[in-house]
């Protein structure tokens, strides 16, 4: 049971070891209050399709599943804009299009193929749960560091004077920008990489 | 005139979508390994990415926003305003419907019609669904040109906004595809193999592609 949650942050993770969802995490990891805003949207929407498909699936014919699961996903979707759009304003303005884009989320479809249509409730709402933070998490390590080194601010707030005198160290916007992105994402990945490589050499 | 000039120059170029925007980065990274699939599949996003934004913009201006011309409004709208017949909150959904809808027609009319065209560019097109590219511009297609006085010109942007990203992703898969290629013959340390350099192979082209800025508008 706790292994349902647990696997999507570090074994499954969906992006750093699936590499599902590669858009919205390189695209919002701005800032850590933007990837906090878009790991909780995706993770109602994951809990909410993977239990609503989990219920109902026997109603859907097998042939028609998928276009039946992207209608869920789509009107968890909407709930979530609808919501965020009505008390989280600011966050709704600069998640912009990347909130209805979780529609084509992998993520998402994914889960509801390969567990939720051949799991139970309580299963699937645990699965859901773990993969949605999972990803919230991979977006939170990849924005503290984008954040932290591109804007010298951690959630907002300025703490470049901590670790470096005023005027002393610039922070290095091309970190928030576009390439800072790729490059972050690309070292996470290597050091996965690494980290499994060795793990394998040792137990050989 | 101009102004179209430059706002496909400012979409395709400055704006790129994967480079810029970070939309279809999974075909981006999966389909860029040979030249030559990378060439079908950028062909088959400016088609379907061309395709869906003239289909979705009809969608959205004549059944979902609440404007004059909406369908709803002209044929049940008597006495009422045009405000209450304000469908975009079913936005996503109808969007995400009719893209699906739309690339499986087009892959069924290819078959038919264009066999040596389906064997080329038949197995990216079920791919494209899910490319986030696809809906993308649908959706900035409403956000940057929905409401014009003009139809014909929000129709006109619309549909360049489309192209235009489509010859972007081309440019840039294809780009990515040549120095991949490159890249195999070279010894590079195990844990960056794959994925992790195309990722910064993909920085490093962001950083050179940001000289565009300045450009268009």
């Known amino acids: ?200 050499a040792r137990n050989v | 005139m101009r102004s179209y000039i430059l706002l496909f120059i400012s979409i395709a170029l400055v704006n790129n979508f994967i480079l810029a925007k970070f939309l279809g980065l999974c075909p981006f990274i999966g389909v860029s390994k040979r030249r030559k699939q990378a060439v079908g599949m950028g062909l088959a996003v400016i088609f379907v990415m061309t395709m869906a934004s003239a289909v979705s913009w009809v969608v959205f201006e004549f059944l979902l926003a609440p404007t004059e011309h909406n369908l709803f409004y002209m044929l049940m709208g008597a006495g009422r305003p045009a405000s209450d017949f304000d469908f975009t909150f079913l936005t996503t959904i109808v969007f995400i419907l009719v893209i699906a809808t739309l690339v499986q027609m087009v892959e069924m009319f290819l078959m038919k019609v264009i066999p040596p065209l389906y064997e080329s560019l038949g197995i990216y097109l079920p791919l494209i669904t899910t490319n986030c590219a696809v809906l993308g511009v649908a959706l900035l297609n409403v956000k940057d040109f929905g409401i014009m006085n003009s139809l014909s010109e929000s129709f006109a942007k619309s549909v360049l906004q489309g192209f235009g990203g489509g010859v972007g992703f081309l440019i840039v898969i294809f780009l990515m595809s040549g120095i991949r290629e490159k890249l195999e013959k070279y010894d590079i340390p195990p844990a960056l193999r794959g994925a992790p350099l195309a990722f910064i192979c993909a920085g490093l082209m962001a950083l050179a592609f940001m000289g565009f800025a300045g450009m268009g508008q």
């Open chain 1, 1 to 200: 049971m706790k292994s349902e949650v647990i696997k999507g942050f570090f074994r499954e993770n969906p992006v750093f070891v699936l590499m599902l969802g590669l858009c919205p995490s390189l695209a919002v990891s701005v800032s850590v209050k933007n990837a906090v805003g878009m790991g909780l949207a995706a993770t109602f929407v994951l809990v909410g399709s993977n239990a609503f498909i989990s219920l109902f699936n026997r109603f859907f014919p097998s042939k028609i599943r998928i276009p039946c699961f992207i209608v869920v996903i789509a009107t968890f979707v909407t709930v979530v804009e609808m919501v965020m759009g009505a008390y989280l304003p600011a966050l709704n303005q600069s998640l912009g299009i990347f909130i209805p884009l979780i529609v084509v989320n992998c993520i998402i479809l994914g889960r509801a193929e390969a567990f939720a249509q051949r799991n139970m409730l309580l299963p699937s709402i645990l699965d859901g749960l773990g993969m949605g933070l999972g990803f919230g998490m991979a977006l939170l390590i990849i924005a503290s560091i984008r954040e932290v080194l591109g804007s010298g601010t951690f959630w907002g707030i300025r703490i470049a004077e901590a670790y470096a005198p005023e005027g002393y160290m610039a922070p290095a916007s091309v970190m928030v920008m576009a390439p800072g992105a790729f490059f972050v994402i690309a070292f996470i990945m290597a050091y996965m990489n690494w980290r499994r490589a060795r793990r394998l």
